[in-house]
């Protein structure tokens, strides 16, 4: 199974509300990852967590918060977005962080901030 | 620094025709290659990757990509596009920062 899963598939939320993204594998992946992507674009990197643990944070503002409960589950929180923040939210994962090991990408979750 | 440079923005094909997608990389050392496929509002599906040995690599959907070191390309092809190829493309390149760095895309258009 080399199956990522993304829920929701589609969010609109105002920027005052609190909402969380979630990425499901079952690969045994130890590094999962989230990306933004924006049309027309390719995907940004926003995070990566290696054996449960945050190694990568590029920079996000703290309006999105991740979190990784156990090896399978990856979680965005999401509070006080900006309209800017609309774009789709792209989690992967792959065997271990190293750059020769691919990624496999989920179907995504298209937010829309009103 | 690494980078990846698709210098086909959007590229047109008729069906039943071939296909090369153009990739040029930079990174001093050997370079971890991929190509990913995305659908509209879709997720990026892998198609193939080039670690070290046989530069001709083969992926899924029929496609292949050639790895030319003295040129620094990692160009994709396909002998014969289907409609269903219609997609965005992405080549990507892995290296020292234990990051995919992505090209800017590719968007294939095919005509009947």
């Known amino acids: 199974d080399t199956e990522v899963t993304q829920t929701p598939k589609h969010l609109v939320m105002g920027m005052t509300n609190k909402k969380s993204l979630k990425c499901e594998q079952h690969m045994g992946h130890r590094a999962m990852y989230w990306y933004k992507q924006k049309a027309k674009k390719p995907p940004e990197l926003m995070f990566v967590y290696s054996y449960e643990k945050l190694s990568i944070n590029e920079s996000v503002p703290s309006r999105f918060s991740p979190e990784c409960p156990n090896s399978s589950l990856l979680n965005l929180h999401l509070h006080a977005l900006q309209p800017e923040d609309s774009a789709l939210y792209l989690c992967?994962?792959?065997?271990?962080?190293?750059?020769?090991?691919?990624?496999?990408f989920g179907p995504g979750t298209r937010l829309t901030v009103t | 620094a690494q980078s990846v440079t698709q210098p086909d923005i959007h590229i047109t094909v008729s069906e039943g025709a071939s296909l090369e997608l153009r990739c040029n990389y930079s990174y001093g050392a050997t370079p971890y290659l991929f190509w990913y496929v995305q659908s509209p509002g879709q997720g990026l599906q892998l198609l193939l990757k080039y670690f070290s040995g046989d530069t001709l690599v083969q992926g899924i959907k029929g496609f292949e990509a050639e790895f030319k070191r003295s040129q620094s390309s990692f160009n994709l092809r396909k002998p014969s596009v289907h409609w269903s190829d219609a997609a965005e493309y992405f080549c990507?390149?892995?290296?020292?920062?234990?990051?995919?760095?992505f090209g800017t895309g590719t968007l294939l258009a095919v005509q009947p």
């Open positions: 990507a390149v892995g290296g020292a920062t234990n990051k995919l760095i």
């Open positions: 992967a994962s792959s065997q271990v962080i190293l750059s020769r090991n691919e990624q496999y």
